[in-house]
């Protein structure tokens, strides 16, 4: 064929609608290379949205305004929960320190994998804490702003002292107040956001003092809580021997302990009844208890303060009512395995008066030491007394010393004063020193706690007794924590379990 008919051929076939193959091809070719580009532009626009979400994501913006939690229809967010949540987990490490533990709190571990209770991890556990002070909070602050409380200067110091300190926390650690911030409370968590809650639990910390301060009862109400709780607040004087009705401990040729008999459990408990019938016997005779204890090889303890406690049998045994003095009796304590042999004296409300003292501690830092030297506990009390060296003797003299001195940031900018102090408020060591024999107003000392050296100027005795002092604070307690119960359940609350789930 020609390529004139050729050229003719291939005219006629595109006219009738022929496709050329290879302007076919290429056509293929070049959508496919468009629908390329197309997927690529979109995934690489995917990838980007997805990236920029986990950004957000993780900087806390989107859960930080979710609702967590509705309090009668307000709605408080993640960063609010946050605050609460942190909050509640921070007072129970207050309350209870390095004995967290026992209670089977790991603080090195996630709290979202041990548990509390059966069913319930620690984690659930500050939730629902953080929820009930929530409510609370709510409640009071409701109160404060219809009774025009706000806060004060007093309130707002607290407030920049609780901020800076913080700060400074952060910057000891190299982060700045923002970044320390979340790490504290989490992603959702802004110093406006911190700062409002901070704000609004002073206020509802000083309604509650106020509310708290206003309690009174009267000494007839005092007194009938006494009688009625009597064993908390007397003490007895009285003395016991206690005598072991374990069998002795057996092992097997490996070292194994081998478990009594019930045969041989009941022997020991017998000969522990002979021993203590012998010397409840031989003391009724006119011998000493404390020696026939030694005697025995049983263990002899004498108490004239001794306090209630239901732990042994003694403790009901010497607290009943129908006790008179010189009683004595053998009490036998299956749940301890053991005989008690003993003898009351006599029983007393504990009339201890409350007292006003002055101190000034001492401490390392009232030492000028060297770049290398380490401060001793020779250094800090030689320190004291050349405070109390330097006194001239009267009690402005001694206030204006403390002001000077004192590192207890207590009662420092108060002249080291500390007015109507109840007996089991101090260290035992500082409170023994203010109930020693003998002791009078004007009357110094240093004495040395775990503090450190406590220089001494003892004011005078009150007039209050402590069971009177302490059946009225549990009186108040009480009322408070019925105050605190009423105001909490008095708004309900709705938890949103998404938002909930976001913090922790």
Known sequence: MSASREKKKRQEYFAGGGVDPKAARLAEQKAAEKKAKILYSS??????????????????????????????GEKYTVADAAYYY????????NTYGSYASLFGLDTTQSLKTQYYSEDMTWDEYFKD?????????HAVLAKAQEEGMTLEDAELETFDATVEALESQAAQYGYNYKTYLKMIYGSVMTPEIYESNLKDQLLVSKYASAYSDSLSFTDDEIQAYYEENKNTYDYVNGEYVSISGSPETK?????????????????????AKETADAILAAYEAGGDLEA???????????????????????????????RTAGDTAVLEDTSYSRYFVAVFHDRQQDDALDYNVRHILVTEDNLELGEDEEATDEMILAKAQEILDS??????????????????????????LYE????????????????ESGRKAGDTGIVESSYGQHIMYFVGYGTTPYWYSACESALISNAYSEWQTEMTESVT???NESGMASIG
């Open 391 to 416: 006194w001239d003797g009267t009690e402005e003299g001694f206030a204006a010393l403390a002001e000077e001195y004192s590192q207890d940031a207590g009662s420092k900018d108060n002249g080291g």
């Open 86 to 93: 942190q909050d509640s987990y921070q007072n129970f490490l």
């Open 493 to 495: 609350a709705e938890v």
């Open 292 to 322: 026939l204890a030694e005697e025995y090889g049983a263990t002899y303890t004498s108490n004239d303060e001794m306090a209630y406690s239901s732990t042994y049998v003694y403790g009901d045994w010497f607290f009943d009512e129908a």
């Open 251 to 271: 092992t097997d040729e490996e070292g194994n302990t081998i478990e009594a008999t019930e045969e041989e459990k009941t022997a020991a408990m017998e000969a």
């Open 129 to 137: 804490q953080a929820v009930s002070t929530m409510q609370f909070v």
């Open 43 to 72: 995934l690489a626009i995917l990838f980007v949205v997805v990236a920029v979400f986990l950004l957000v994501y993780n900087s806390g913006i989107i859960q930080r305004s979710q609702t967590a939690v509705t309090i009668d």
């Open 420 to 435: 109507n102090v109840t007996k089991g408020y101090m260290d035992s060591n500082f409170e023994d020193w203010c109930y």
